[in-house]
T-cell receptor, first 111, second 115 residues
Framework: QQQVKQSPQSLIVQKGGISIINCAYE??????FPWYQQFPGKGPALLIA???DVSEKKEGRFTISFNKSAKQFSLHIMDSQPGDSATYFC???WGGGKLIFGQGTELSVKP | GAVVSQHPSRVICKSGTSVKIECRSL??????MFWYRQFPKQSLMLMAT?????????EQGVEKDKFLINHASLTLSTLTVTSAHPEDSSFYIC???????????FGSGTRLTVV
């Protein structure tokens, strides 16, 4: 019940394409869903986050779509660029401020 | 946004020695500090949670006597890996929290290599 399942494990997208990463959860007590971007040897950086009372949030080329009834949320990266190549983690927040992370998606954007 | 400073970024130590990692929240007061460990190609795993002035709470399977956490002030927490062994080699990341308004940011991480 505390898991967040993320897919795909790896993703290759052409420059200018749309990258889509999906996450699913079980625990309805989760109330905050951030996405993080991590480059090798660096800590995760917060990209965008959403609360369950919102179905979509957009910040620049990054969009979160949230389906509360299906307990699923996804990250869309529009006009993907080689500089977006990184590992992306979804997460969910539960009691005590603890974040539960998905397994991660290694994104590679080909020029 | 919240600014977090974590040092050192890399450390190599000999087996049996101890290593201290520092994490500072530079522009907010971190009432809670989370420490994570990340093995290569894997996700972040929470090791322990500490509140300022209180003892840390460790996740299942994490040895509290090996990973000593001090959270003596609202802006500084330290993780000391005691009697380090090669299997402790990993990427350690702190996340000071002042609550949801601060977005749960992370330090830049510390790559520990025990030889």
């Amino acid at each position: 019940q505390q898991q967040v399942k993320q897919s795909p494990q790896s993703l290759i997208v052409q420059k200018g394409g749309i990258s889509i990463i999906n996450c699913a959860y079980e625990n309805t007590a989760f109330d905050y869903f951030p996405w993080y971007q991590q480059f090798p040897g660096k800590g995760p950086a917060l990209l965008i986050a959403i609360r369950p009372d919102v179905s979509e949030k957009k910040e620049g080329r990054f969009t979160i779509s949230f389906n509360k009834s299906a307990k699923q949320f996804s990250l869309h990266i529009m006009d993907s660029q080689p500089g977006d190549s990184a590992t992306y983690f979804c997460a969910a927040l539960w009691g005590g401020g603890k974040l539960i992370f998905g397994q991660g998606t290694e994104l590679s954007v080909k020029p | 946004g919240a600014v977090v400073s974590q040092h050192p970024s890399r450390v190599i130590c000999k087996s049996g020695t101890s290593v201290k990692i520092e994490c500072r929240s530079l522009d907010f007061q971190a009432t809670t500090m989370f420490w994570y460990r990340q093995f290569p190609k894997q996700s972040l795993m929470l090791m322990a949670t500490s509140n300022e002035g209180s003892k840390a709470t460790y996740e299942q399977g994490v040895e509290k006597d090996k990973f000593l956490i001090n959270h003596a002030s609202l802006t500084l927490s330290t993780l000391t890996v005691t009697s380090a062994h090669p299997e402790d080699s990993s990427f350690y990341i702190c996340s000071p929290s002042g609550g949801k308004d601060y977005g749960y940011t992370f330090g830049s991480g510390t790559r520990l290599t025990v030889v």
